[in-house]
């Protein structure tokens, strides 16, 4: 298993091309069963879970060729789901991505059969998917559970349907509004997401032909159409890679333009930033953060968008490791995503959690250690505070990093950060032999 060394301490300068958004991609990928035409996709990040969800798609029967992109980073993707034979997302497949889920609404809809499997638990919450079935069996839906699987069924298409979401939910949302794009009547989705992954869904749905209005508010009317067809979407660009390279800047000192982020996508982690003193403006191509590596105390509550984004929980929580002061964060959307708490607290941190709140009080320095990435944004926070801790830090488990951050090191080291990949031959007398 790979693992990263990060020697700390260097200023990083520069500039960064941000790659395109992995949870824009995602369900972007997943709307191309709705229809037999051709969807091309530009500025795909090149990472695991694409790949994953790639595979899906491939085994319902969906053709996809990617093809390099003229950007310094990112694929072209063509997708066609003219010869879907099978309904069934497996569970080796959706447990290792569980946005998989996310075909769920779309095959339903177009064909009137799905058999998904139920995503199971991971490291940040149990995160259910009670909300999207019982969307759809509003929608007219038969599901049942079981053996692991969803087993949903329709007779006809879907019907419209007046939906209000009890909780707000991204993945929800995004389900059913690929299903009702297809569904016959009107469906309005109440307590809506309104994060600009699910905006750019929806944007290239209309594209395709779909009747959506209210798209980037919490009320979203869809008209269902008989069909749709194929169209030509770029990917927005990913407001939370940009969001993890500002807090790298912000912690180590420096100047870095990040290419591509969009400053009205990051309002919330902006202001952040501000009140943390750290300068951060909008150029012609992106954002500029500026920053002395000196850094205010700040208390932040996560919360869906407009809110701050969970996603940035993490790399903040790193951040303020250094602060002046302490600190205060509490996690509203996942009821365990501090797995990164022991791991810093390895590097010199002092953090205490109490419930879902967490206090991050001032450590003189944070110094490097060996340390094990947990979840996705987790392990980016570890690559933050090793690029400020004396002295040489090794992430272990960087696959989770991979499902996330495209060609990071690259990235990173293009700025003057000392940064490596060491791919990990363990040298153990004994090793099980590789499966036949
Ligand atoms: C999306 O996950 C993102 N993933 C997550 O990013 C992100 O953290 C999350 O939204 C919140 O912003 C992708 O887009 C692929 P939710 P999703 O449904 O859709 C509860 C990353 O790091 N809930 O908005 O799964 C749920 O348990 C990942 O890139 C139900 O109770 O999140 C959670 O507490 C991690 N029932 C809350 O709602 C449901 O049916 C929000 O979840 C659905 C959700």
């Known amino acids: 298993m790979d693992k990263i060394k990060i020697t700390g301490g260097n200023r990083l300068n520069g500039k960064i091309q941000v790659s395109g958004a992995k949870n824009a991609a995602l369900p972007l990928m997943a709307a191309s069963l709705l229809t037999d035409d051709t969807l091309k996709l530009s500025n795909v990040p090149y990472l695991a879970d694409i790949v994953t969800m790639a595979n899906l798609l491939a085994q319902h029967g969906v053709d996809i060729s990617f093809s390099s992109s003229s ?180 912690i180590t000192g420096g100047e870095v333009e990040l290419l591509g982020a969009r400053a009205e996508h990051m309002q919330a982690v902006i202001e952040k930033f501000t009140e943390a003193g750290i300068s951060i403006s909008e150029t012609e191509r992106g954002i500029k953060i500026t920053s002395d590596g000196k850094i205010e105390c700040i208390d932040i509550i996560t919360q869906p968008y407009p809110g701050f984004p969970t996603d940035m929980q993490a790399q903040m929580m790193a951040l303020l490791c250094v602060a ?63 690029l400020a801790a004396k002295g040489e830090t090794i992430i272990h488990r960087v696959y989770h990093l991979d499902r996330g951050y495209e060609r990071l090191e690259e990235k990173l080291s293009a700025c003057g950060a000392q940064i490596e990949r060491m791919h990990d031959k363990p040298n153990r007398p004994f090793s099980m032999p590789e499966a036949a």
Request: aromatic share 4%; hydrophobic share 45%; charged share 20%.
């Open 71 to 250: 950007q310094q980073y990112g694929k072209n993707m063509s997708l066609r789901a003219d010869n879907i034979h099978n309904f069934t997302a497996p569970y080796e497949l959706v447990r290792t991505m569980r946005a998989s889920v996310l075909v769920l609404g779309a095959l339903l809809a177009r064909f009137g059969q799905a058999k998904v499997s139920l995503p199971g638990g991971c490291a940040i919450g149990t995160r259910p998917i009670d909300l999207h079935l019982k969307a759809l069996e509003q929608m007219g839906a038969h599901i049942e559970l079981a053996e692991g699987y969803v087993h949903a069924h329709t007779h006809g298409r879907l019907k419209g349907a007046d939906i209000t979401f009890e909780k707000v939910s991204v993945g929800a949302t995004e389900n059913i509004l690929m299903a009702a794009s297809l569904a016959d009547g009107v469906t309005i989705l109440r307590n809506a997401a309104r994060e600009p992954e699910v905006c750019d869904l929806a944007h290239c749905l209309q594209k395709m032909g779909a009747q959506i209005e209210g798209i980037g508010t919490d009320t979203i009317r869809i008209t269902g159409v008989k069909k749709l067809s194929g169209c030509d979407h770029s990917v927005i660009s990913d407001r939370i890679e940009a969001g993890s390279f500002a807090a790298a800047v912000a």
């Open 324 to 386: 002046d002061g302490a600190s205060m964060i509490t996690e509203t959307i996942f009821e365990n995503r501090y797995m990164h708490v022991p791991e810093l607290a390895r590097m010199g941190a002092k953090i205490v959690v109490h419930g879902a709140s967490a206090m991050i009080r001032s450590a003189d320095e944070l110094v490097g250690a060996e340390v094990m990435a947990t979840d996705l944004r987790a392990s980016l926070s570890l690559v933050i505070a090793a």
